[in-house]
């Protein structure tokens, strides 16, 4: 099976959810599938989609390098369960808690650190790391 009819849905999806600079190739046997989404709903469903397709990810021929819109100065939700989202001192969980923000509250976004931490601002002015996964462009 080619790996583009294998990946359909999940290329199909991303055209509908209209990820921008969307591009499909192959090399090497791995499908490289690259664009940003227009939220972070879109692009958890898109990673969803590709463990449904390959559970676990476990066939690796799938390179899927999908970032979130969101530029320094964007407003960020906080879209955690219900729980506040810690900002820390370094973009891991090993650096200390500077600061929270509460479910919905909304932050600036200062820089995308990578795909997993994204420095943010706090209405309050706290200034520190958060788990990019709770953050999604307003």
């Known amino acids: 099976m080619a790996l583009q009819e294998k990946y359909a849905?999940?290329?199909?999806?991303?055209?509908?959810?209209?990820?921008?600079?969307?591009?499909?190739?192959?090399?090497?046997?791995?499908?490289?599938?690259?664009?940003?989404?227009?939220?972070?709903?879109?692009y958890d469903?898109?990673?969803?989609?590709?463990?449904?397709?390959?559970?676990?990810?476990a066939s690796g021929d799938l390179m899927m390098n999908i970032d979130i819109k969101?530029?320094?100065g964007a407003q960020l939700k906080v879209t955690t369960d219900s729980t506040n989202l810690n900002i820390r001192s370094t973009p891991s969980t090993e650096g200390e808690i500077v600061g929270k923000a509460a479910h919905d509250e909304v932050v600036t976004l200062v820089e995308k650190t990578d795909d997993s931490w994204w420095k943010v601002r706090?209405?309050?002015?706290?200034?520190?790391?958060?788990?990019?996964?709770?953050l999604s462009p307003m």
């Open 122 to 134: 706090t209405k309050d002015g706290e200034e520190g790391y958060a788990y990019a996964q709770y």
């Open 45 to 57: 469903a898109l990673w969803a989609l590709y463990n449904k397709i390959d559970p676990n990810m």
């Open 9 to 42: 849905e999940l290329i199909q999806s991303a055209t509908t959810m209209g990820v921008a600079g969307l591009a499909v190739a192959e090399q090497d046997g791995v499908l490289h599938v690259s664009g940003t989404a227009n939220s972070t709903a879109d």
């Open 70 to 72: 969101a530029d320094a």
